[in-house]
């Protein structure tokens, strides 16, 4: 017997979706019960919709296909938001199924209702009520092909008394748009940027994860212009690894090599990118965009030539009309700056920096204690982390260290929110990608302040055998905020976290676990993580006062660093 909760599973299934993600309750009961009865489909009952959210998200970002995530009545649905807001903003296509009371008590404020449509219509590209049987399979089909078209969250809400609705025997089974093939930008535009690529002497490359498909074509235009290459954070992926033009990243978590390289080149040349941090674009230069999304071009900086289309087949039409025999003095500048500022970084990164002089030193200011240095955790991971591993990374000052000390060499991915900038992305994330493939390594790099708000999934891991290493930088801090309160001159306030021993509330859990507080203990304990056949969390004590200046350090941040750091002081008296 059709329904209209089969039709939808069964449609799902067929169409690839291989989890369900959510709390099972009420309003889902006849989607849980179809999918209880759909052998290609898992379904993961988490203990806070938004991990669901966020491990649907995580799914769709590696796969390229749609996620799933469920939420039943009123509050069960809120919980998905915030997660649902990574997705939008990460191009993520997801689609949520939310439950709704029956369609008789709509409007009646009725216990627990909550009008999803509006509450959603922010988040969503599509977002409608399923109010009788007849509406399917059309609404379905037109809430994917939403979110696979347009990349976003569609929201799906069924009442109560809908999901067991009977349905035809011969109604038709749902079918979805494929998604567009890939376009190069008009052949005008593509010329108008060729002349004045060809007119420059200095081109710095800024390219963001919408290039990650277009590895060859992006490194050959390097070598044509020889153009050093700015990447953001998620271009890392695909163009970091065997890149002799890559200088790392600009912003707050950047290094000095890019931040100059932008600034002392005549053309800026955006591939694939959205990078939203305005004070970071160099004034006075030509900007040429390249975007998929029209309205993206000159929403960040002012730009002078303007490329719709995909990067891969624009580039194909551009490569030939640029001339070849150009200097590498830009090129050559900027990567010796960028080699210098590495091997500074490696120094750090030593777990036996603080044994040296130099260490010892700089120890008796922000190391007292002799914590174990976070760059060194992210170092040692970055040796011995598969070719194919998958990281994810809380937001804050863990997303400094993996950016800065983990390579995306081989077959590697990386995850993060890094668009909507949410805390405790980092265990649900990887609880997602796990699921996708359980003999494949997973490490969630973890803040303890991050862990702590959806630490209950931890559980997640062992009740579903996901095998995911949980690597906490614990500094017993919520870092980011500490370093910007005394960037500004303000004492630290509120950032101090009393955590528990994490190491064991994991071993509580039935997650293998150890604590980590010597830095001659590291080395073993990670080896020891990684080759864990399950769950493994390791608690590492990391310096709180470990900071991460930026590229570019004005003569006010230097002072209020210097405020903050005498009222601490005085405090401490």
Not at 401 to 413: D, H, N, Q, T, V
Request: with cysteine.
């Amino acid at each position: 017997m059709n329904t209209v909760s089969k039709v939808i599973i069964e449609s799902l299934a067929d169409y690839g979706v291989t989890h369900a993600w959510g709390v099972v309750g009420d309003a889902l009961n006849p989607l849980t019960e179809a999918i209880r009865a759909e052998p290609r489909m898992e379904w993961i009952g988490v203990r806070h919709e938004e991990v669901a959210a966020f491990a649907a998200g995580a799914q769709a970002q590696l796969t390229g296909g749609l996620g799933l995530c469920m939420g039943t009545v009123g509050p069960g649905s809120i919980h998905l938001l915030n997660g649902l807001y990574d997705a939008k903003k990460s191009h993520a296509p997801v689609l949520a199924i939310c439950g709704q009371v029956p369609t008789s008590e709509i409007g009646s404020s009725f216990f627990q209702e909550v009008d999803n449509d509006l509450l959603f219509s922010d988040v969503a590209v599509f977002a409608h009520t399923v109010t009788s049987a007849d509406q399917m399979p059309q609404l379905l089909e037109q809430a994917v092909n939403a979110a696979i078209s347009r990349r976003g969250v569609a929201v799906l809400t069924v009442p109560g008394n809908v999901g067991g609705m009977k349905l035809e025997k011969n109604i038709r089974p749902a079918g979805f748009v494929p998604p567009a093939a890939p376009a190069a930008a008009p052949l005008s535009q593509i010329d108008a940027a060729a002349r004045v690529l060809d007119d420059a002497q200095k081109v710095t490359l800024l390219v963001g994860m919408g290039a990650r498909e277009a590895r060859p074509e992006i490194l050959e235009l390097a070598e044509r212009l020889q153009a050093p290459m700015v990447l953001t954070l998620k271009a890392k992926e695909s163009l970091e690894a065997d890149n002799l033009y890559q200088v790392g990243q600009t912003g707050l978590i950047g290094n000095p090599a890019a931040a100059a390289a932008l600034d002392e080149a005549e053309v800026v040349f955006m591939i694939g990118t959205d990078f939203p941090y305005r004070d970071w674009y160099p004034n006075g230069k030509t900007v040429i965009q390249l975007d998929t999304r029209a309205e993206h071009i000159g929403r960040r900086t002012q730009v002078s030539h303007a490329m719709v289309g995909h990067a891969g087949p624009s580039l194909e039409q551009l490569l030939p009309k640029l001339r070849t025999g150009r200097t590498d003095k830009h090129l050559a500048s900027i990567r010796k700056q960028y080699e210098r500022w590495q091997e500074r970084q490696s120094k750090v990164s030593d777990p036996d920096h603080d044994r040296g002089l130099v260490g010892k030193v700089r120890s008796l200011v922000n190391n007292p204690e002799v914590f174990i240095r976070p760059e060194a955790v992210a170092a040692e991971l970055d040796q011995k982390a598969a070719r194919d591993a998958i990281f994810t990374v809380d937001t804050g000052m863990s997303t400094v260290w993996l950016s800065r000390f983990i390579e995306m060499r081989g077959e590697r991915r990386l995850l993060g929110s890094f668009n909507l900038g949410s805390m405790a992305n980092a265990m649900p994330q990887a609880l997602g990608a796990q699921a996708l493939d359980r003999s494949r390594q997973v490490i969630a790099n973890c803040g303890d302040g991050g862990l702590m708000m959806l630490l209950g999934d931890l559980r997640t891991a062992v009740t579903y055998k996901l095998p995911v290493k949980f690597i906490v930088y614990n500094n017993g801090r919520l870092g980011m905020v500490k370093l910007e309160q005394e960037q500004g001159g303000l004492e630290e306030f509120g950032t101090e976290l009393d955590n528990p021993d994490l190491s064991q509330v994991a071993r509580a859990m039935g997650i293998n676990s150890q604590l980590v507080t010597k830095p001659e203990d590291l080395a073993a304990a990670i080896d020891a993580a990684l080759a864990s056949d399950g769950a493994y969390l390791l608690d590492i004590r990391t310096n709180p006062q470990e900071i991460s200046l930026p590229p570019k350090t004005t003569a006010s941040d230097a002072w209020g660093f210097a405020i903050a750091k005498s009222k601490e002081a005085i405090e401490s008296l």
